[in-house]
């Protein structure tokens, strides 16, 4: 079976910096590519990064130059790097594990329980 497990959300004033951490216990993280998402109240979930397992990355729009995704396969870890947040960064974060790239289709997978992240001052 595989876990994630997610960690490194907090509350953080606007214009702040956050990094979550993603630990994928699986015995060949090297194949999976592995995706961030966020649920705000009342709103769907939507992607906010994604990396393949050759290293490539997809973002979502709303992040693109704010946020940094990043792989370390030695530790089977998974980095959101994220800058110049802003209040409407402010949601639960996902960790989502998964054998493909489809990052539009979010039911899909293997998902972590959560961080909350909140941007407030």
């Known amino acids: 079976q595989v876990q994630l497990v997610e960690s490194g959300g907090g509350l953080v004033q606007p214009g702040g910096s956050l990094r979550l951490s993603c630990v994928v216990s699986v015995r060949t993280f090297g194949i999976w590519s592995v995706g961030w998402y966020r649920q705000a109240p009342g709103k769907q979930r939507e992607l906010v990064a994604g990396i393949s397992l050759s290293g490539n990355t997809n973002y979502g729009d709303s992040v693109k130059g704010r946020f940094t995704i990043s792989r370390d396969n030695a530790k089977n870890t998974v980095f959101l790097e994220m800058n110049s947040l802003k209040p409407e960064d402010t949601a639960v974060y996902y960790c989502?594990?998964?054998?493909?790239?489809?990052?539009?289709?979010?039911?899909?997978?293997?998902w972590g329980q959560g961080t909350q992240v909140t941007v407030s001052s």
């Open positions: 989502n594990g998964r054998l493909d790239s489809d990052w539009h289709i979010t039911d899909r997978g293997f």
